[in-house]
């Protein structure tokens, strides 16, 4: 069993939806993080969390440390946000990740 | 200030020969982690350096090595290429090796042949 799961795999999406996107994990950890990953493989960092809640204009990230569980979520989603949403987290010195979550949205 | 730069950006070995990939940091950065991404596996974590050492290893058989310049450059080393290596392979630098945002380069696409 993955250390990280992600849901859903794959979502499709309207523009101007409201998306959530998961992540749940069964380890300890030191900190989560939601990448970004175009095509062409470059990937960005969207979010470093080890608690609470953060925001950058139209996403939010944020994380239950006793629940073992992060969402990202995307507010007036775009067709640039089309894109596949990675969850990792920082355990043991390394880094574990999720599957991903493929978003398309539409206009 | 530059991001993470990882060359070459596209490879073509044949099975049995051995291929070197190269990850410069950002400036100021200590740590260098590798990863590779298949379609099956999807994202798995290689190793770490930090300040010149080799500070955590995944789980990847000994034809993957890696190394980290006085300068925090990093080059990975696969020898004995097999078809399954063919991967995308991403560096991601950070300024500590611990609980710090980590800057991820766009990757080198290998395919073995």
């Known amino acids: 069993k993955n250390e990280v799961e992600q849901s859903p795999q794959n979502l499709t999406a309207q523009e101007g939806e409201f998306i959530t996107i998961n992540c749940s994990y069964s380890v300890g950890i030191s900190a989560l993080h939601w990448l970004q990953q175009h095509p062409g493989g470059g990937i960005v960092s969207l979010f470093m969390l080890s608690s609470g809640k953060k925001k950058h204009g139209r996403l939010i990230a944020t994380i239950n440390i006793q629940e073992k569980h992060s969402s990202l979520h995307i507010t007036a989603s775009h067709p640039r946000d089309s894109a596949v949403y990675i969850c990792?987290?920082?355990?043991?010195?390394?880094?574990?990740f999720g599957a991903g979550t493929r978003l398309t949205v539409k206009p | 200030k530059a991001g993470v730069t990882q060359t070459p950006r596209y490879l073509i070995k044949t099975r049995g020969q051995q291929v070197t990939l190269s990850c410069s940091p950002i400036s100021g950065h200590r740590s260098v982690s590798w990863y590779q991404q298949t379609p099956g596996q999807g994202l798995q974590f290689l190793f770490e350096y930090f300040s010149e050492t080799q500070r955590n290893k995944g789980n990847f058989p000994g034809r993957f090595s890696g190394r980290q310049f006085s300068n925090s450059r990093s080059e990975m080393n696969v020898s004995t290429l097999e078809l399954g290596d063919s991967a995308l392979y991403l560096c991601?630098?950070?300024?500590?090796?611990?609980?710090?945002?980590?800057?991820f380069g766009q990757g080198t696409r290998l395919t073995v042949v």
């Open positions: 990792a987290v920082n355990y043991n010195n390394d880094m574990r």
């Open positions: 991601a630098s950070s300024s500590d090796r611990s609980n710090t945002e980590a800057f």
